[in-house]
């Protein structure tokens, strides 16, 4: 069982930036591919970035893309650096990792197989 604990969020300003931090319990956590997900009240829950094992490959939402930056180190990190936030940025932030390995099937929650508690992130205008 991976235990996904989410932290970094907060309160900011339009045109700010937040980095959220997900830290992973599993010691073989470099066999997983990892996804940040959000989801803004009465929204459902939406793909944001996701990462290879290897930390080679990255995806990205179009809402997202040239503003967030997603990585990972080789123990049990993973981050979403979110630059310039807009107001549709507030939600809750989700970190899941996956025994399977991403690519097309990058944004479907169904392709995770542990989730975080989230993480909120409000944007004021």
């Known amino acids: 069982q991976v235990q996904l604990v989410e932290s970094g969020g907060g309160l900011v300003q339009a045109g700010d930036s937040l980095r959220l931090s997900c830290a992973a319990s599993e010691r073989t956590f470099t066999r997983f591919d990892m996804g940040w997900f959000r989801q803004a009240p009465g929204k459902e829950r939406e793909s944001v970035a996701a990462i290879s094992r290897s930390g080679g490959t990255t995806y990205y939402a179009d809402s997202v893309k040239g503003r967030f930056t997603i990585s990972r180190d080789s123990t049990k990190m993973v981050w979403l650096q979110m630059n310039s936030l807009k107001p549709e940025d507030t939600a809750v932030y989700y970190c899941?990792?996956?025994?399977?390995?991403?690519?097309?099937?990058?944004?479907?929650?169904?392709?995770?197989?542990?989730w975080g508690q989230g993480t909120q992130v409000t944007v004021s205008s």
């Open positions: 899941a990792a996956s025994r399977a390995m991403l690519s097309t099937n990058w944004a479907l929650r169904a392709g995770y197989d542990y």
